[in-house]
């Protein structure tokens, strides 16, 4: 209804700016007449035609005035009064229109309309986080065309890239790309911004694809909006550059806000390096809600102190200042407060007053010359890591390559639901460990065709002997462990995806010959996605 009514007003303004130029046009016309009438009377005139009254006209009405016409008749003077009154108003009116034009809407409207064939990128804010993935934008698209939804401030700085800043509804500028190229792609960059933001208000109705910033993790609403959630991603990418090396046995994370717990996260997840392995994690922070919402931890990881036979989360009431041992040997230290002010003082306090031996990252939204920073803005906020065609491409071909390999119906991509999204995604990033582990290198940190060939090609080889194709077995199997139990699904004797329940989900040794056999599916995955890469 509201859509209609606006319509209506729209087409209203429009008839009533054209019967004012029709008047206007008919006064003038009329004006000349008059002066071609009275003028062309007089023996004296040398105004004798039609022609010769419209070029006076002119000429008066642009102030030009070269005297080369003039009337003579007292009518004809009452004519050229009008004119030369006239004159004034009109370029003042016309001075206005023109600055008007350049300092409202009316030029960046004009300039849309010059670059339909752009590709668009509405940001609905130019906060920090805007700007930056604007500038990554950028570098990978030349043809990009960045639009922000708000006018730019007097203090901010004029970006390196060329943007339009235009404070007008999405739906009229999405109006002006008449769906000319690609859709508009539309970026709420503030957290939950789209239960609040005005602009978001039927963006699902718009022919756009919206990429929201939530806290929630998940990952779509409908058809053309998906959200990104920022700690994941700098989670995500602080695994993949910085991987769990097999000589490490404790990490210490400072901090469990969204950061540390998104860390953590990941860590439960992904870091399955060996069948041997014992890494005890040491969390400081409040993890209350972490415990509560993940109550079986206990089924896969030692929870009271630190275990020689497999991984263990601590989780610590104290301060971390108060462990100056574990801190002393821990062989990574990750300091992920939320507050980044917070971190910075416990990296400078660490360096200072402590002996460490390990390796200190620190989460920072700004690089620094000398200190292991990660999650900068720069490597947080990029096309890969928000619009996700880079870094869930593997996941994607995954699901994909599922579907071809069975009878019955699947879901694509666009239909799985967050928790089966999340099972082709932990899959995908634990392709790039399987990959590290093959090849016996630590440093990879993307998954590329070539590594991928040579990494399926050493796992061949390898499980000639059975007991090497055991222990790949057994390293999926507690990957997989890890994934479920971290959902809160438990042993049944059948599966139940409504009461989350599993017949694999038990020790390895417990596992049928045939439950064992189907773990080889994780690893033959790499012969199948070679050929996709």
Not at 78 to 96: D, P, Q
Not at 245 to 256: N, P
Not at 288 to 307: C, D, Q, R, T, Y
Request: glycine share 6%; proline share 3%.
């Amino acid at each position: 209804m509201g859509g209609k009514l606006l319509k209506i007003v729209r087409k209203a303004r429009r008839n009533l700016y054209l019967y004012l130029i029709a008047g206007i046009a008919l006064v003038y016309v009329g004006l000349l007449a008059i002066l071609y009438c009275s003028e062309s009377s007089s023996s004296d005139a040398v105004i004798r035609t039609f022609g010769d009254a419209f070029w006076y006209s002119l000429v008066t009405l642009s102030t030009v005035g070269y005297g080369d016409l003039v009337p003579v008749t007292p009518l004809g003077h009452m004519v050229g009064m009008i004119f030369l009154l006239l004159s004034a108003g009109m370029m003042v009116t016309l001075l206005g229109a023109v600055v008007s034009f350049i300092t409202s809407e009316g030029l960046p409207f004009f300039l849309l309309g010059l670059k339909r064939r752009k590709n668009w990128y509405y940001f609905a804010d130019c906060g920090v986080e805007s700007s930056t993935l604007a500038d990554n934008i950028y570098r990978e698209d030349p043809d990009a065309l960045i639009i922000y939804g708000e006018k730019r401030s007097s203090q901010s700085e004029i970006p390196d890239y060329p943007c339009i800043y235009l404070a007008a509804s999405l739906h009229r500028i999405v109006e002006k790309k008449k769906g000319v190229g690609a859709k508009c792609k539309v970026f709420l960059m503030k957290e939950n911004d789209i239960g609040v933001n005005s602009r978001a208000v039927n963006l699902h109705k718009l022919p756009v694809e919206v990429y929201a910033r939530t806290t929630n993790g998940q990952d779509q609403l409908s058809g053309n909006i998906n959200f990104f959630h920022s700690y994941e991603c700098c989670a995500r990418q602080y695994w993949r550059s910085r991987p769990l090396c097999r000589h490490e046995s404790a990490i210490v994370l400072i901090g469990f806000g969204n950061y540390g717990s998104s860390i953590l996260e990941r860590a439960i997840l992904t870091n399955v390096v060996s069948t041997e392995q014992h890494v005890a994690y040491h969390i400081f922070g409040g993890a209350g809600i972490f415990l509560a919402v993940h109550p079986h931890l206990e089924k896969v990881f030692s929870m009271n102190g630190e275990s020689d036979t497999g991984d263990a989360l601590i989780f610590h009431e104290e301060t971390w200042a108060e462990n100056v041992s574990i801190l002393e040997r821990a062989d990574r230290i990750i300091i992920c407060e939320d507050d980044e002010q917070a971190g910075w003082s416990i990296f400078w306090t660490l360096n200072k007053y402590y002996r460490i031996t390990g390796r200190i990252d620190l989460r920072s939204s700004r690089k620094a010359p000398g200190v292991s920073c990660f999650g900068s803005n720069e490597d947080i906020y990029t096309p890969q890591q928000i619009i996700r065609t880079g870094l869930n491409r593997a996941a994607i071909m995954i699901n994909e390559l599922f579907r071809r390999s069975v009878a019955y119906p699947t879901l694509d991509w666009n239909e799985l639901d967050d928790l089966h999204r999340q099972s082709k995604i932990v899959a995908a990033d634990h392709l790039l460990m399987k990959t590290r582990i093959l090849l016996d290198d630590e440093g990879i940190t993307e998954l590329t065709a070539s590594a991928v060939k040579e990494a399926y090609d050493r796992y061949c080889q390898a499980t000639r002997q059975e007991a090497a194709k055991e222990m790949y077995r057994k390293l999926d199997h507690m990957r997989w462990l890890r994934f479920y139990t971290f959902y809160n699904w438990h042993y049944g004797p059948y599966r139940d995806d409504e009461a989350r329940q599993h017949p694999m989900l038990c020790p390895y040794e417990k596992l049928t010959p045939e439950q064992r056999r189907e773990r080889d599916a994780a690893w033959e995955l790499m012969g199948s996605l070679f050929a996709e890469l």
